[in-house]
Structure formats: structure tokens, C-alpha cells
């Protein structure tokens, strides 16, 4: 269960918003948390905690493929990411990367900044104040790539077992 303070944001918020190409010029990757989606809200890294959640409308991570955007929003301590639809590209970087993306229609009309939202993957359930959000649950095999932190991990664990380490 994923339970946290929702940050909201609207549609098509691409990849060039959430963390944008200037900082991607950067050797010192600490820098993309502090300026995650700060063309939207620049003191949104400021004002985020550990475990909290981003719900959007329709579209989100659309524009570029470049996996930072997801790793910048991993980064600065965002537990998941609830939206009405996700960028192809950018669904699957969020899950190969260990964070925890899901569809859910009606997610943006049915939480308000700083509800609290509780998140079942395996359920696929989204628990709001107004209550219960039906999603299609993750595959099984998405759910262990998230759980173990991404697909390397993924596989190192599986190359791992069968070594039988």
C-alpha cells in the first residue's frame, strides 16, 4: 500500500516540464530533485516530502523519452504517480526505474492538493476522500520490477537465482 499527500497537476505535462534540458547539461545528477516540474511550480521541490504522490490529468510524460524525467521525479521522494493516462515511453521508464505509475479515470475530479490518497497496486485500487478508484491492476511481473526497486534490479536478482546465490 503507497499512502500520501497529493501534488496536482494538470494534462500533458511533458518531460521537458518535469525536469528541464538546461539541467540535464549536468554531471551532478543531485540537481534534477531541486528542479523537478519547476516550470510549473518553482518551489515545487521546496514544498514536496518523502512518500508523496503526483496525480494528473490525461497525457502525462508526453514530449521527449528521456528517462530523467522520471528519475528526477523518483528522486526528489515521490512515492507514485496517478494520472488519467501516461506517455507510452514515459510508463514504461517509470516502471523500469522502480516508481510506480497508474492509470486511473477520474483521479483528477476526485482529489484536491493535499488530499491524502491510498494506493493498492495489487488490488488496483485507489482510495480517495470520495471513495474507492478502480484501476487495472499491474501485471504481476510490474509488480516485482517495482518492488525491487526497477529492472536492473530486477534482473540481477534473477541472473542471481539462477546462479543459485
Not at 494520472?83 to 523500469?96: K, L, M, P, T
Not at 493498492?120 to 509488480?143: A, I, Y
Not at 526497486?149 to 546465490?165: H, M, T
Request: aromatic content about 8%; hydrophobic content about 40%.
Amino acid at each position: 500500500m503507497i499512502r500520501g499527500r497529493v501534488w496536482k497537476f494538470g494534462d500533458d505535462i511533458d518531460t521537458d516540464v518535469i525536469i528541464p534540458a538546461k539541467y540535464l547539461r549536468s554531471v551532478d545528477k543531485s540537481i534534477w530533485p531541486k528542479h523537478v516540474l519547476e516550470g510549473l511550480d518553482p518551489s515545487f521541490s521546496s514544498k514536496i516530502k518523502p512518500g508523496d504522490i503526483i496525480v494528473a490529468g490525461k497525457n502525462f510524460g508526453c514530449g521527449s523519452s528521456r528517462e530523467q524525467a522520471v528519475l528526477a521525479i523518483k528522486w526528489a521522494g515521490i512515492s507514485a504517480v496517478v494520472a488519467e493516462s501516461f506517455a507510452r515511453i514515459f510508463f514504461r521508464n517509470g516502471i523500469n526505474n522502480g516508481l510506480p505509475l497508474i492509470e486511473c479515470r477520474g483521479i483528477s475530479k476526485a482529489v484536491n492538493e493535499g488530499d491524502f490518497i491510498e494506493i493498492d497496486l495489487e488490488r488496483g485500487e485507489v482510495h480517495t476522500k470520495q471513495g474507492v478508484l478502480k484501476t487495472s491492476p499491474l501485471p504481476p511481473f510490474l509488480q516485482d520490477i517495482l518492488k525491487i526497486g526497477g529492472l536492473v534490479e530486477y534482473y540481477k536478482k534473477k541472473v542471481s537465482a539462477n546462479l543459485g546465490r
